[in-house]
């Protein structure tokens, strides 16, 4: 497009939507003309977020109407789950781009949506026409998309961890279990007790041990990626002190003979060409790698794959930032993929360490 992309983000008050701001007004073409929400009508987003000044055009936010939607190329939705199926009800076929980054769409399978988002009532036709995905696992069909799902934060850690062993080496996943460490704002702004500071430092809280909701968002997305069919595939979910940042740890049991170099080069070979997934030596560096801190800031995830001779097991081990590189990030990826740009436009930014 020879014009800017006029771009709205929905849910401008909350941490992804602050992000959404950060990485738009740095973004060389896209042009922040819109701000969505409910709560905070007619605020300034630097009162909402004290770290934004600059590339604001005096926005305030604004109730979402049909009217604006005529306005805009690309809506960003950072809302919960149940707001963005409402919105995307009023906003398909309006807007060329609706992106959205709740868990509302991700689950294609009906049951599987239920029993995940049973509070999440949405458009039957509508779940069928988001693409949904990783974009590194999706791109070629962000490109005319006019509805696009983001993975949660974790789901997106998870199946770039995965998605080489399954879809590339073409592995039997017979089991899968999997760790997940996550700081305070993967939670959003939600005021609970448990995310109070006098709980929440130095905690290592196990808030979802069993059942939670990515791996079942995982296992439907490889599953209909042509996986096969996946064994087992568990997860327990903890919150740690830091801020920003995650890493999984999966711990992956299949019935085919590997070795650590058919596994680095399966890793290097599957991710070749896709500048945002570093795949990583574990002992490389003088922290050992992956490490949240190492990606803060960035869309970057980091990858390390080990084989355990003991007996069997491949661990593949996944950190990123999980406002950037698991929301606001890389839902600019997925729009630079949708308007034919460069996928690095607007996301070259090195991580920050320390933080």
Request: charge should be neutral; hydrophobic fraction near 40%; proline fraction near 7%.
């Amino acid at each position: 497009m020879t014009r800017p992309i006029r771009a709205g983000v929905v849910g401008a008050s909350g941490l992804a939507g602050g992000e959404l701001l950060r990485l738009i007004t740095q973004h060389p073409d896209l042009e922040l003309a819109f701000l969505g929400g409910s709560s905070h009508i007619g605020r300034r987003p630097a009162e909402l977020h004290p770290g934004l000044r600059l590339g604001l055009n005096g926005l305030t936010v604004r109730p979402v109407t049909e009217e604006i939607a005529g306005e805009l190329d690309v809506v960003f939705l950072a809302t919960p789950a149940p707001v963005s199926a409402e919105l995307a009800a009023l906003l398909a076929d309006r807007v060329p781009a609706v992106i959205d980054l709740s868990g509302a769409f991700r689950i294609r399978t009906p049951e599987l949506h239920q029993r995940w988002y049973p509070k999440v009532q949405r458009r039957p036709d509508l779940a069928e026409r988001f693409v949904y995905g990783v974009p590194e696992l999706v791109g070629d069909r962000l490109a005319d998309a006019s509805l696009i799902s983001l993975p949660g934060c974790y789901a997106t850690a998870i199946t770039l961890g995965l998605a080489p062993l399954a879809l590339g080496l073409g592995l039997d996943l017979r089991t899968v279990v999997i760790d997940g460490k996550s700081g305070s704002s993967g939670g959003g702004l939600q005021l609970r007790t448990t995310d109070l500071h006098p709980y929440r430092n130095g905690a290592i809280a196990p808030y979802a041990p069993t059942g939670h909701r990515h791996a079942g968002e995982v296992r439907d997305f490889l599953e209909r990626e042509g996986a096969g069919p996946v064994g087992s595939l568990t997860m327990s979910a903890y919150g740690v002190s830091h801020v920003r940042g995650l890493l999984t740890s999966s711990y992956v049991f299949t019935d085919r003979e590997v070795d650590q170099r058919e596994l680095q080069r399966a890793y290097l070979r599957f991710y070749k060409g896709h500048p945002f997934v570093r795949v990583r030596r574990h002992d490389e560096t003088l922290i050992p790698v992956p490490d949240p801190q190492a990606v803060l800031g960035s869309n970057y995830c980091d990858v390390t794959v080990l084989h355990d001779e003991e007996d069997g097991r491949i661990v593949v081990l996944a950190a990123l930032d999980n406002l950037v590189k698991g929301a606001a990030g890389q839902a600019v990826q997925a729009a630079n993929l949708r308007f034919g740009l460069p996928v690095e436009t607007g996301l070259t930014a090195h991580p920050v360490m320390p933080a």
